[in-house]
């Protein structure tokens, strides 16, 4: 069942945080009495999550944004950050059992959907699984192509409580990424990189400039280019609770986009890009390559353009 809440009364609901996966729509889930197409990983995510006992509201992007209609993802982008944030738990969902990973959760606390649901704490540990089985058995999950994806920092990030799921099994994230720190090498894989600055930024306690996350993030990816920015201004220091000039419209060029988040994050610093006197330059063509290559432009060309309006 579908239902249509307002975020000042709200229901105890948990947020969804995924992949989206091969485009192909092979699978079909029936909300409303309606059929409705999703990928293979969504599927496989409500099979795995379903309880046939009892209810359990969710939050799923693909199902709960119409992701065909512009007008409505540029209302509801914005307002990810407060899903997030007021869900009781984010469920970062990995997708099924492969190489042996399901020996990273068997080795960690005993919890089951009951207590997830209830809030009840977990009352042990399983000691069947060494803890050099289940780290070698981490290796598999921290490189998976969920960590890469640019939209699970602002999930990961904003959550009260983040619980990680993988087929039939899950944990919470602080036994999760506990495996991430006793890797002996620094292993600079895009998801590695990805995984260590979200575990920085969530214990950090403050937030970073919108600037300074397109340098930190900058190996994250997504299937539209605009996200790459639209996904970091609910977590930005500088962009979360004022009118930044950076407007989230997705009928607005890439170029636009490049222009505004430019003309936020450079002023006053990079203002010799705009044909002025004085400015850190090389900083900021720096910056200015960043962000370009993150949307696939050519700045000197888009600032040209500009320039001749």
Known sequence: MLAHKSLTELPQYFAVS???GAPE???EVEVDGITIPVRENLFQLLRHLRQPYSSLVLWIDALCVDQSSIPEKNIQVPLMGQIYSFAKSVFVWLGLHADGSEHLFDSGPV???FQLKCGGGTPGL????STTVATDASGSLYTRAYWTRTWIVQEIV???RVDVFCGDRFCNWYFFISHTCEKSEYDRTASDYAIRNIVAFRNMGQRMPLRCLLFRFHMTRCFDPRDLVYSLLNIAADTRDQDHGITVDY???IETLFVQTLAFCSAPSCITVFGQAGGRAIECLRFCDTLAARLGLDWNQVLIL???R
């Open 306 to 308: 500009h320039r001749m």
């Open 251 to 253: 009928s607005s060029s």
């Open 111 to 113: 919890d089951n959907q």
């Open 126 to 129: 399983s000691t069947s699984i």
């Open 18 to 20: 995924y992949t989206w």
């Open 25 to 27: 729509l092979a699978r």
């Open 158 to 160: 904003l959550a009260s």
